[in-house]
């Protein structure tokens, strides 16, 4: 099977998975608290959210590149994440991978992975 990065377009389809994402996160009404932890400008962001994502999806390893080494709880250790702002942030996910029409087995392939990924970065346990 292709890998998420071979399916989702390479590149240029990950960038535009991760602009969809953080517009999602800029306008739903149910992202505005993890909206909140984020600064104003999203492009920052996106760029790296979308280099992180093409290596974790099978693409070349751009985030390493370009910043170096990231764990990803780690880097989340000094927000407040609880089950309803990961919950926030894999809806905008799903709707991100909705928005690019990707294939429904890959969504709940990747869904189940973000899910995973995102309960490691709760900072509370409610
Ligand atoms: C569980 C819910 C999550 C919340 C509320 C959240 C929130 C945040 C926030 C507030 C930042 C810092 C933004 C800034 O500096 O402006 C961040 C960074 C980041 N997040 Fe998340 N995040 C979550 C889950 C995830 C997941 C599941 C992934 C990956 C699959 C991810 C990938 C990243 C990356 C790559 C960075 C940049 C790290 C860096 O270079 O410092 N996040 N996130």
Do not use: N
Not at 30 to 56: N, Q
């Amino acid at each position: 099977m292709e890998s998420p990065y071979i399916q989702l377009g390479r590149e240029a389809g990950v960038k535009l998975l991760a602009e969809r994402f953080y517009g999602f996160m800029d306008t739903l009404p149910e992202a505005s608290t993890i909206r909140a932890m984020h600064a104003g400008d999203l492009a920052p962001m996106t760029e790296k959210l979308a280099v992180f994502l093409t290596g974790w999806m099978g693409g070349p390893e751009r985030y390493r590149e370009r910043f170096g080494r990231v764990i990803i709880p780690a880097a989340h250790e000094p927000f407040e994440i609880g089950a309803a702002e990961r919950d926030s942030w894999l809806l905008c996910m799903r709707r991100a991978l909705e928005s690019v029409e990707a294939d429904e087995e890959l969504t709940e392939l990747l869904m189940s992975s973000f899910w995973q990924m995102a309960d490691m970065c709760r900072t509370r346990s409610d």
